[in-house]
């Protein structure tokens, strides 16, 4: 009651003080302040130069002699001094009208430190290949994962949001691909622990991200580094008062991009000629004999087609031949469905985070707490997540120093059935827009029936209400690390971490959600249910001792260390059908069975796991003056993954750097104020394989002896006590420059990644009585050049600032297996292949060329045995005049070329505006859902894209020769018209802020803004919702869309 | 000062220690926890046992991957029309078959399983001593021989092995000669003839018997006597052996008073010498036979739909050369339903005779527990009547008396062939009715000589496109491309193939 009463009086005094101030400065004379800015190095005016009242947003700019001249009401307070890349300083006004003073460089970009593998090092002396965005591009983005904030941010770093589901994992790649069987995931590393997953972790906690791209940097964390390493920073409290930081956005999530499909008008109308055409083939049976015509009205029909037993009407029509009576009567009958709108919503997502940060000289902290709500946008989809973080430091004698990080977190989500193949994205589109009118959207679905002018189905509304998916993730990530200073520069490092992971997931489809539903036996008799229980631990034990010391010139950090790594998995799955209702998901009788597969992966039964790591490791960086850096690390792995004869692993890298612009000849040329090229070269592997890999696991192999099952067991692969790492050894070369005072910063990468020792699943005689065993056989390259640039374009009131990323990668394959022999790929292995020469998992298809018009034209060209008019017309690639298997032909790979990303953030006073868009150029996506929608041969029953209004109908009626008949006999083949270009431009992120005016005594800091995700994209994928979807077997068969987002958040510092 | 070295040490005594312990370098030897290695198993009899009934596990899919898609899809018996698609079984049966085929893959990588398994069984059982360690081997080796006598039917002349090899050694086995894999498939079955018991107690039915081995080995006989090898001192020890079986009626096996009872699952192990055993129950111990010899039945039939091979019985089996009386004919073949469901007609005529019309225990398409007879007793029976054909220059009363005791059965009137080449014919056609969606016909043409005249005539009537006529490189079948691959140039690749 006091302390409000309080408050009351002091927000009372403000508020009389305001009008006071006000009422002063109307009163008072205003004043000018002149005077000149020069450089402190060369004393050369500085023109540009913003000059405010601290404060206000009264301010001026130096002119081109350096001179400026601020009007201001009277001469107290304070002038703000600001220049990009020079220093900031503050001069109180103490009554001159006269004030000159000269800025220095700065060089605080330079001096940042940057977090590399277990340390960090000033960004001027890196001499690897290192990227990295900070909270500023994180925290205001209205993503649910980290790794969404990463797209378009650095260069040679491609991160595909595969899937739109919230929260799903995100593909990422640290140049190009490298590894066939084992995982191409880079590796993670929160606040010095390597993590499985980047899942729940909650943005806002992030204070930095660094990508170490080449091997020199990553060969630190040895059998793991191949694919980069994604080393994430959490924020730490700051010697200060303590700082309560409130932030939050809440916003509505919308389709992105919609598929052009059918409309109910066009399908019926493609649905009457299907009929006409059944009608008159079946006047062309020896049965019947007749002329028919399609022109033959519905009562001739009915009559035809009407026998002794069987009467047939208009009103009561044979579907096959005959129209349905309501399609006169349009929607006054039926009902008219876009199925898209139907399982699409606007959906709204929320995060709040509330967190206290600050410290003495003796103990720091930083608690962060976060909720996230997320409605996704298809039907019955959601996000729940709560996370905490705790982050602590404290001294605990001179020159001890403990550091602890608590950080739980629980995902509780309900998602899945969307994407791939027989999943709801692709029902969704391919549900005719037609249906019965009582039906409406649980067309199909109990109670209610299938349309009888279409195929048997389900709506996909009513499977994605009736059915659950629930999963929840509990996930306690904890270390704890001592920091001793032994002697001058020498400190001892320890940390031990543990990542524990529970996942329980539940599903349970009713039986009203099967299209069998009419002949289930009893209400639940097709209602299945599956239960899955993991368990994950990861437990990290860590010791170094790191050595800092600066002897004149020369700076020496070295670092030795030792960590031992121990994971342990279990997992327990058990799936239950035949209930007796429809609503009870566990039920214990002998109608429920339990899975009995031993593979849990394949559904039922257990699985198990353990690994462990250890490893040595050192480094040493030296540099003289900062002109000539030098760096060397080098580490021994042993795994338990591998070979018994072969578990240690030995990665060692050198860099080095050479800062031109430190030496005397470079003093003369003021222009570049850093110049520094870099070089590099290191050996990193790759041990994401399965576990038991390298053994001769015991297979179960049972038979029935005269009607009952008898256990029967022998080994199931072949030992290899000699597997080893997957190595890749790659170079880099880089350059950096800044120019006219960093206002322009380039970096500039080119390198080559030779992945050798592929682990691959090499095919083997099947004399051996296998016919694969994993083996270290095969060779990848990747090369390419990446550039970064940050610039400032305007400085003034008014700043532009540019950041821009550009990457180009290469990927070959150039050995594989013991005589190279090509692998299919690919869904059913017949959409692309791994081959010698070419990019990873290029696709090998049938080239289309058009559509044979007619028969005159099949017979003038090429063909194969069975071709007809209107059948899609494959380009005859041996040129030997048929078309057959041989003539499948490479013509792309998913992997893209180019990469772009382009930043523009523009400050006006207080508001600022950040655009970000990113590109991608050069690789193709395989739509396979354009076997649901998109084949000649799936008939009339199902809605298909919209061009199949211009298809091949007659030879005198040849639609837009591309799009063939619709009983074209190539529907079963895999072929070009369903390849795409997955080039697109996005308008990733559009953010406008506003930062109200500072209350001190209220707010250290309020901000709102308000933000697009998602905000346009270009891209001429028809076959699917975004170019970005992989799903089934490396193509898209139909996946959970992304979402365009906006936001409105609020940020504000107490 | 002095203290906190004191500490410092103490600190960096605690941590070698810590290093000391945690560094251990065997906390790296970590063997897989769900399922065990192989080197921990065939511990004790029991284990040993299991051994062997993994061997017997091999040969679930012998019936689809050889018998159908590899014999009787080849044979005369199925016409599959040219295809839309790319099929296996359309190459198989229109004699396009390249070395890339899967089906050709398929059935030598399942054949290989069957002799990995038992060459390991027999490898881990040597430091046993316990009784049943003759009937084990006995089993290893009878299953081993069935393997390779497919094997060297299919192929030719095939990398042979007794033992488990390792990758290296798999690249450099030599194919070793046709008639040196028959040696040895005739070593392997004497062995299993005098170490297998004559009978099994209930719960152990379904395993090879003394029998089973010496009606198998029979067969092996007169595929000798016959081509490729036509070593005519095998046609009295294919007498012998066969006439051993034919001794045993009733324990060996039996001849079932009605055809169709054989392929019922209540017959299970009654009349036949030697079956592949299944059970339905979504374990994965299923026949996948009744939907791979079927494109479609109707939903009353079956709980679900196959789609197997788009194919069609061949139509000389259909017509009135296959008289209609013939009991075997209805068994065997189905056709003309209404899928009272969905309303779907079909025309088509199928093999059903695996298929138990009705059957609701299968919880999958390919779970059907109907056995698949790999030899029938009838099979002894017609086997030893054409020796007796072979051996005499007319046809003796005794070979005519058993060919006319299976027509007898099957409700079709006596025949009297008056030459030894008319009682070939009548037995080769007996054969394809006796045994028609079993697998064995292509063999029969095959060891006859009969199959390049047969099925050129068959290319013929049914307007088969062939690029050149059916000839003697076509009676095997290209060695499967990949396993050339695994190392270039060391096999050549049967003659008519690339």
């Known amino acids: 009651m006091k302390a409000r009463l309080h408050r009351l009086v002091r927000l009372s005094l403000l508020l009389l003080g305001g009008l006071l101030f006000a009422q002063a400065a109307w009163a008072q004379q205003t004043q000018t302040i002149t005077g000149k800015v020069t450089a402190t190095d060369n004393k050369e005016s500085l023109p540009g130069v913003t000059v405010v009242v601290k404060g206000t947003t009264n301010g001026a700019t130096t002119n081109g002699d350096g001179t400026y001249s601020l009007e201001v009401p009277g001469l107290s307070g304070t002038l703000v001094f600001s220049f990009i890349g020079y220093t900031t300083k503050e001069v109180p006004i103490n009554g001159q009208t006269q004030i000159s003073l000269t800025l220095g460089t700065d060089n605080k970009m330079l001096e940042e430190a940057v977090v590399v593998g277990y340390g960090t090092v000033k960004r001027g002396n890196v001499t690897g290949a290192v990227a990295g965005i900070t909270a500023k591009e994180i925290e205001e983005r209205p993503v649910n994962r980290i790794e969404n904030a990463l797209a378009g941010q650095m260069p040679g770093v491609t991160v595909q949001t595969t899937t739109g589901e919230p929260g799903a994992e995100l593909q990422i790649r640290v140049r190009g691909t490298g590894s066939i069987n084992a995982s191409n995931e880079p590796l993670y590393v929160v606040d010095g622990v390597p993590v499985d997953n980047l899942r729940g972790i909650n943005p806002t906690d992030v204070a930095n991200i660094e990508v170490l791209k080449d091997a020199a940097s990553a060969a630190i964390y040895g059998s793991r580094g191949s694919n980069g390493v994604v080393l994430v920073t959490t924020k730490r409290g700051k010697k200060g008062k303590a700082r309560l930081q409130f932030s939050g956005f809440t916003g509505v999530q919308t389709l992105e991009r919609r598929i052009d499909m059918m409309s109910p008008e066009q399908w019926i109308q493609q649905r009457k000629e299907g009929i006409d055409e059944a009608w008159v083939n079946r006047g062309k049976t020896a049965a019947i004999n007749k002329p028919y015509s399609a022109n033959d009205p519905m009562d001739y029909r009915a009559r035809e087609l009407s026998t002794g037993t069987t009467v047939v009407t208009v009103n009561n029509p044979n579907a096959t031949y005959m129209y349905d009576p309501k399609w006169a009567y349009g929607q006054d009958s039926l009902a008219y469905t876009d199925w898209q709108d139907a399982i699409f919503r606007k959906a709204i997502m929320q995060q709040y985070t509330l967190g206290v940060s600050g410290g003495t000289d003796d103990f720091n902290y930083n608690v962060n707490g976060s909720w996230l709500n997320q409605q996704g946008i298809i039907l019955g989809t959601t996000l729940q997540r709560a996370t905490l973080r705790a982050n602590f430091d404290a001294k605990i004698r001179k020159g001890i120093r403990l550091t602890v990080t608590l950080a739980p977190s629980t995902e509780s989500s309900a998602l899945g059935r969307v994407d791939g193949k027989d999943q709801q994205a692709m029902n969704a589109i391919q549900m005719p827009p037609v249906g019965p009118k009582d039906a409406g959207v649980y067309v199909g679905a109990q109670p209610y029936g299938a349309y009888q002018w279409s195929g048997r189905y389900v709506s996909p509304v009513a499977v994605m209400e009736r059915s659950d998916v629930n999963t929840t993730r509990t996930r306690l990530n904890a270390n704890m690390g001592l920091n001793i200073d032994l002697y001058k520069g020498l400190q001892l490092q320890l940390l031990g971490a543990m990542d524990n992971t529970n996942i329980l997931d539940q599903q349970w489809y009713p039986t009203s959600t099967s299209r069998d539903w009419a002949t289930a036996a009893n209400e639940g008799a097709f209602s299945r249910s599956r239960t899955t229980q993991g368990y994950n631990t990861r437990y990290l034990f860590q010791g170094l001792l790191n050595y800092t010391r600066q002897i004149g010139p020369h700076n020496i950090n070295a670092l030795v260390g030792y960590s031992v790594e121990n994971t342990n998995s279990k997992a327990t799955m058990q799936e239950n059908n035949k209930f007796p209702n429809d609503w009870s998901m566990y039920f214990d009788n002998t109608s429920s069975t339990v899975g009995t597969s031993t593979n849990y992966y394949n559904g039922g039964g257990f699985a198990t796991g353990k690994t462990a790591l250890l490893s040595y490791f050192g480094r040493v960086q030296y540099d003289y003056k900062e002109k000539y850096l030098l760096a060397g690390s080098l580490r021994r792995d042993g795994s338990s993954k591998f070979g018994f004869d072969n578990q240690w692993g030995l990665f060692p890298a050198v860099s080095a750097a050479w800062r031109l612009s430190s030496e005397g000849f470079m003093q003369g040329v003021t222009f570049i104020t850093d110049l520094k090229v870099r070089g590099s070269y290191g050996i990193t592997g790759n041990n994401r394989i399965t576990d038991n890999a390298q053994f001769s696991i015991l297979g179960v192999n049972n038979y029935s002896l005269n009607g009952v099952a008898s256990p029967g067991y022998s080994p199931s692969t072949i030992e290899n006590l000699n597997l080893g790492w997957e190595q890749t050894s790659s170079y880099n070369a880089g350059l950096d420059f800044g120019i006219l005072q960093n206002r322009l910063q380039v970096t500039a990468d080119a390198y080559v990644r030779n992945t050798s020792d592929l682990l691959l699943r090499t095919p083997v005689s099947s004399v051996t009585g296998f016919t694969t065993s994993w083996q270290n056989i095969g060779d990848i390259q990747n090369k390419g050049i990446e550039l970064g640039l940050n610039s400032r374009n305007l400085v003034g009131p008014l700043t532009w600032s540019t950041s821009f990323n550009a990457s180009y990668n290469q990927n070959k394959v150039v050995r594989l297996g013991y005589d190279n022999t090509p692998i299919p790929q690919g869904f059913q292995n017949l959409t692309s292949v791994i081959e010698v020469g070419q990019p990873l998992n290029s696709f090998l298809l049938y080239d289309v060329i058009g559509v044979y018009k007619d028969q005159a034209e099949i017979d003038a060209s090429p063909h194969m045995l069975k071709t007809i008019p209107g059948d899609s017309k494959y380009r005859d690639v041996n040129g030997d005049g048929v078309i057959d298997n041989n003539d499948r032909t490479i013509v792309g790979n998913p992997q893209p070329a180019f990469i772009f990303g382009i930043t523009n953030t523009f400050t006006y006073r207080n508001f600022d505006l950040t655009i970000l868009v990113n590109a991608q150029q050069g690789g193709q996506i395989y739509s396979l859902i354009g076997r649901s929608i998109d084949r000649p041969g799936m008939g009339y029953l199902y809605n298909k894209l919209a061009k199949w209004e211009n298809r091949w109908k007659s030879a005198d009626n040849p639609g837009d020769g591309m799009t063939p008949n619709i009983n074209a006999t190539t529907g079963g083949y895999y072929d070009t018209r369903w390849l795409y270009d997955s080039d697109y431009i996005r308008i990733k992120n559009v953010s406008l802020g506003y930062n109200l005016p500072n209350r001190e005594n209220l707010y250290s800091r309020a901000r709102v803004y308000l933000t697009v995700e998602n905000a346009y994209i270009w891209h001429n994928y028809d076959g699917g919702f975004t170019p970005e979807a992989v799903n089934t077997d490396g193509g898209d068969y139909g996946g959970y869309p992304q979402a365009r987002t906006f936001t409105l958040g609020f940020n504000l510092t107490l | ?498």
């Open chain 2, 1 to 498: 000062m002095k203290l906190s070295i004191k500490r410092t040490c103490a600190v960096l005594l605690g941590l070698s220690a810590l290093a000391a312990t945690s560094c251990k370098e065997d906390i790296l030897n970590i063997t897989p926890l769900a399922n065990n290695t192989a080197n921990d198993f065939y511990q004790d009899e029991n284990q040993v046992n299991q051994g062997v009934m993994a061997i017997y596990n091999a040969t679930l899919s012998l019936p689809q991957s050889s018998n159908t898609n590899m014999s009787e899809v080849r044979s005369d018996n199925i016409l599959v029309a040219a295809l839309n698609v790319q099929r296996d079984y359309n190459d198989i049966s229109n004699f396009l078959v390249t070395s890339q085929l899967g089906q050709i893959q398929t059935t030598w990588t399942d054949l290989y399983g069957i002799v990995y398994r038992s060459n390991i069984l027999l490898e881990k059982i040597q430091p046993f001593q316990f009784a049943r360690v003759p009937q084990f081997q006995g089993e290893a080796r009878f299953l081993r021989a069935l393997a390779y006598f497919n094997l060297v039917r299919y192929f030719g002349a095939v990398p042979l092995t007794d033992k488990v090899v390792s990758i290296a050694e798999a690249k450099v086995i030599p194919r070793t000669p046709v008639a040196d894999v028959y040696s040895f498939i005739v070593e392997d079955l004497k062995y299993a003839a005098e170490n297998l018991p004559v009978t099994y107690a209930a719960d152990n039915k379904g395993r090879a018997t003394k029998w089973a081995a010496k009606a198998l080995l029979g067969r092996v006989y007169l595929t000798m006597y016959g081509y490729p090898l036509k070593q005519a001192d095998k046609l009295a020890l294919a007498k012998k052996e066969l006439g051993d079986v034919m001794a045993q009626e009733g324990v060996a096996g039996a001849v079932a008073a009605n055809y169709a009872d054989i392929f019922k699952t209540v017959n299970d192990n009654k009349y036949s010498v030697f079956e592949i055993q299944y059970i339905s129950g979504g374990a994965g111990l299923g026949s996948t036979v009744p939907w791979d010899q079927a494109f479609q039945f109707p939903s009353q039939w079956a709980a679900y739909q196959p789609s197997g091979l788009d194919a069609q019985v061949a139509p000389d089996l259909l017509g009135a050369g296959w008289p209609n009386m013939d009991t075997r004919k209805a068994a065997t073949l189905d056709s003309g339903y209404v899928d009272t469901k969905t309303n779907f007609k079909s025309g088509r005529i199928q093999f059903t005779k695996f298929l138990e019309k009705g059957t609701t225990a299968p919880a999958n398409n390919r779970d059907y527990p109907n056995n698949f007879p790999i030899i029938r007793f009838e099979d002894v029976l017609l086997m030893y009547a054409e020796v007796l054909n072979e051996e005499a220059s007319t046809p003796p009363a005794q070979a005519i008396a058993i060919l006319n005791r299976i027509r007898t059965r099957a409700g079709v009137p006596d025949v009297q062939p008056a030459t030894k080449e008319e009682f070939r014919l009548a037995m080769e056609r007996e054969r394809r009715w006796e045994f028609a969606a079993e697998g064995l016909r292509w063999h029969d043409l095959v060891r006859t000589e009969r199959a390049i005249p047969v099925m050129n005539k068959f290319a013929t009537d049914n307007a088969i496109k062939l690029s050149r006529p059916i000839n003697e490189t076509d009676l095997i079948f290209p060695i499967p491309l990949n396993e050339l691959r695994i190392n270039p140039g060391f096999w050549q690749q049967n003659t008519g193939y690339n």
